[in-house]
C-alpha cells in the first residue's frame, strides 16, 4: 500500500507541476529610463515628465526605473553624466535643453534620446530634419527662435519708447546663440536697440547687473534656458529693484514677480515627451517620429508688478492674456 500510494502521489506532482508552470507569468520588463538635466533637483519639470508616464500605466518600481543625472547648474559635467548612464545601459535618454540634448546624442548613436527645451533642433545640429530626424534622436521644440519678435512687440506696447533693451542671456548655451541673435534680427527689424548682456556663471551675474546699472535701459528681455530659470528670483528681483520692466519666454518668471511672459507651457512639453518615451517603450523608432512644435502659447501677465511698476497695461494686452496674476 505504501509503495502504490507512493506512485500515486509522486505521479498527480508529475501532472501538476507543468500546469503550475505554465500558470506562473514571466517577469514584467522594467523599463530604465535615464533623465539628464541641466539644473538640480527638485525640478517641477521632471515632474510632469513622471506624472505622465503614471497616467500611461507606467509605475515605479514595476515597469519602471529612473536613472537621475543632474548637472547642477554645471553644463559642462552634462557629457560625463551623459556617458555614465550610457554606461548603465538605460532603454531611453530624455534631455531637457539645448546642451543636454547634444551631450546626449555624442554619449550614443544606439540609445534612444528624448529632448525636451530645444529652442532650434535644426539650427542647433541636434536633428537634421524635424519631420524625420534620423537616428536615434527626436523631441519637443519649444520653437523658441522664432517667438522673439513677438516679444518685444508686446514689450513695446507695454512700454512705449521700450528702446534700448537689455537683453538678458546664458552665451554659454549654443542654443541660445542662435535665439540671441534672432531676438537681435527682430529688434533690428522693428527698429529698437537690443544690447546682449550675457552672462554664464554666478560671477558673471554681478558684471551683468552692473552694466545694466550704469546704462540707460528702459526694459529688459530675458532669454530663458536651465540657468537663467534657476536664478529667476534673482533676475526678477534686480528687474524689480531698477524697476525695470521685464518680459519673459515662461511663466515661472511671472509666478516668481517678472511682469509679462510669453511662450510655450514648458511642464506640458515634458508631457508630451512622456508620450514620446512610451511610444518608443512600444517599438517606434525616434528617428521616425516628428519632432513636434508648440502650437499654442501662453501670454501671462502680473498685475501687482505692473502696479508696483507704475505701468498700465493696455486693454487690447489684457485682451489677449491667458492669465492674469495679481497677488
Known amino acids: 500500500m505504501r509503495r502504490r500510494e507512493f506512485i500515486r502521489l509522486f ?23 535615464g533623465i539628464l538635466q541641466p539644473g538640480a533637483p527638485p525640478e517641477p519639470l521632471v515632474d510632469a515628465l513622471q506624472e505622465r508616464l503614471k497616467e500611461l500605466g507606467y ?16 553644463p559642462q559635467r552634462l557629457t560625463e553624466l551623459a556617458k555614465e548612464l550610457v554606461d548603465l545601459k538605460v532603454d531611453v535618454i530624455t534631455a531637457f535643453s539645448t ?71 546664458n552665451d554659454s548655451n549654443p542654443g541660445m546663440v542662435l535665439r540671441a541673435h534672432e531676438a537681435q534680427n527682430a529688434a533690428d527689424r522693428l527698429g529698437l536697440n537690443l544690447q546682449s548682456i550675457g552672462v554664464h556663471d554666478l560671477i558673471s551675474f554681478d558684471d551683468a547687473f552692473a552694466t545694466i546699472n550704469s546704462k540707460q535701459f528702459n526694459a529688459l528681455l530675458t532669454l530663458v534656458d536651465p540657468f537663467t530659470n534657476e536664478h529667476r ?28 511672459s510669453y511662450g510655450p507651457n514648458l511642464p506640458e512639453h515634458q508631457r508630451r515627451a512622456a508620450d514620446y518615451v512610451s511610444m518608443i517603450f512600444k517599438g517606434s523608432k ?42
Open 233 to 260: 528670483q534673482r533676475i526678477v528681483d534686480f528687474a524689480a529693484k531698477r524697476r525695470l520692466p521685464a518680459i519673459y519666454e515662461s511663466r515661472e518668471f511671472v509666478d516668481a514677480g517678472g511682469l509679462i
Open 59 to 74: 509605475s515605479e518600481g514595476h515597469d519602471i526605473a529612473y536613472e537621475y543625472r543632474w548637472a547642477e547648474g554645471r
Open 99 to 169: 546642451p543636454a540634448a547634444i551631450a546626449a546624442q555624442k554619449a550614443t548613436q544606439t540609445i534612444p534620446i528624448v529632448f525636451a527645451g530645444v529652442g532650434d533642433p535644426v539650427g542647433s545640429g541636434v536633428v537634421s530634419s524635424l519631420s524625420r530626424p534620423g537616428g536615434n534622436i527626436t523631441g519637443i521644440s519649444i520653437l523658441a527662435t522664432e517667438l522673439s519678435a513677438k516679444r518685444l512687440e508686446l514689450l513695446e506696447e507695454i512700454v512705449p519708447g521700450a528702446s534700448p533693451v537689455a537683453m538678458f542671456w
Open 11 to 33: 505521479s498527480s506532482a508529475v501532472v501538476a507541476w507543468p500546469l503550475t508552470a505554465l500558470a506562473q507569468k514571466p517577469a514584467a520588463k522594467i523599463w530604465r529610463l
Open 286 to 327: 525616434p528617428g521616425d517620429i516628428p519632432v513636434e512644435q508648440p502650437t499654442k502659447f501662453e501670454l501671462i501677465i502680473n498685475l501687482k508688478t505692473a502696479r508696483a511698476l507704475g505701468l498700465t497695461i493696455p486693454p487690447t494686452v489684457l485682451e489677449r492674456a491667458d492669465e492674469l496674476i495679481d497677488s
